[in-house]
């Protein structure tokens, strides 16, 4: 479960600010207001928008008079990524921005003010959010005021932003060199070979396929139960839905360790999920793969099928027809072809949210194919395109260098929580061998003097 919060975490940093300002009551800027009640002031001849009428068997009674029209920037039958529609509001790249913030909020010494599991009030603000997600990114806020405590720049220079440089890259590698090849597999994260240089050619951008569909891949991971190990009491298993209410009564750390030991269902729709992700009562809430539906609609995307064909290309693979919902049979298992035939009149009316259900799995990886596939195209976009990546960051000294070099999520852990052991394989769970949390402090000590070089 660990593994399903850091990926939440990163996606939310390469496509939560792309779709930020639809979450705002506005007068609108792609033809609708926000509520969805009438035109824009703001229209324009690609987002003129659709009129719905009162009487419309669907939205009228949800009191929508208006939908955004999505343009052919958006919705094309060759699933390309398109400059208008998908050049990010601010920056994609993996650089914490949901963290740190335009403008972040900083001591006098260069240390981020951390609120609620040391996340900074950017993300404790956020709703709604477990505290789960809370304690991920407090591990990176205290990194950072961790640097600042050893950093000999104080007075002479923006230890903040050496601080951060230096976070950020650690954050990288956590992410290139840790996560993803657990979530590939040893082969699929060869081929994908993320050994790429700097691109300036390229633009950083976030497809709009992967914001709406397989980019949500971690919503299918999320079961009815977690393990909290609170540091006082008994661990216990509650319900997924308990760590989204009751903050302040959740502590932090045991939620976080929690996750740790939490196994996950690969391709599994919990009821969790389904219709009560978030929920006030225990029984009724919001489904999440019915919000992400909506998503994948509103945003125009090509089908499945489609798209499936599209990426078949890009790797170089065979593509195969499926002209009945039994062709699907290499794709999907029984049930789920079942489904379809029941919601859909044909294949290629298949959303492609549902590439999450993909049974077919490259050895070893914990992805479905078509979601590794597409991950692995938006991952080695945004790194290729950063100049500031960690490997080839030019304002990085020889001494941060190094000290990345040391970090993984093992080392973080120990460092920043109270954990007395940390898991040397921490987005594995069972008996796996651990390393007493002192013993890292003590390595990472001998390498202080690495700080004067950042």
Known sequence: MCSVFLSEFFTLDMIGRSTKRTKRRTDGFRGCRADGHDRSPFVTPLS??????????????????????????RANDRCELKHMADRNLQSSYFDLSNLY???????????????????PE???????????????????????????DRAPLKGSGPVEEWCRAFTIGVYQKIIYEQLLPVLFGEEFYSECDFGCEYNPDEECAVSQVYKHGPGRFQHVWIGETMLYKPARGEAEWRSFNDFFHNYDSIDCLGALAGSLDTPINVGNLASASVDKFVTMDGYRGTSLPCIDLARNRDAGLCPLVTYKHHVEQLFGEESRCYSTFEDLSDIFAPDVIEFFSRHYEHPDDIDV???????RFHPGANLPKMVAQLTCLEMKRLKCTDRFFYKWNPNLGEGARQLIEKMDFTVLLALVTKMEEVPLQPFFVGLLPTVATYNVRDYMQSLDHLFSDL
């Open 48 to 73: 003129n928008p659709l009129l719905v009428s009162p009487n419309d068997p669907y939205y009228g009674l949800l009191g929508v008079r208006c939908l955004n029209f999505s343009p052919q920037e």
């Open 101 to 119: 913030t335009e403008q972040a909020t900083y001591d006098k010494d260069g240390k981020l003010l951390l609120q609620q599991c040391g996340a």
């Open 122 to 148: 950017t993300i404790t603000n956020r709703r709604p959010m477990s505290v789960q997600f809370f304690a991920v990114a407090g591990l990176f806020a205290k990194l950072h005021n961790y640097c600042v």
């Open 353 to 359: 949210l549902f590439a999450n259900m993909d049974q």
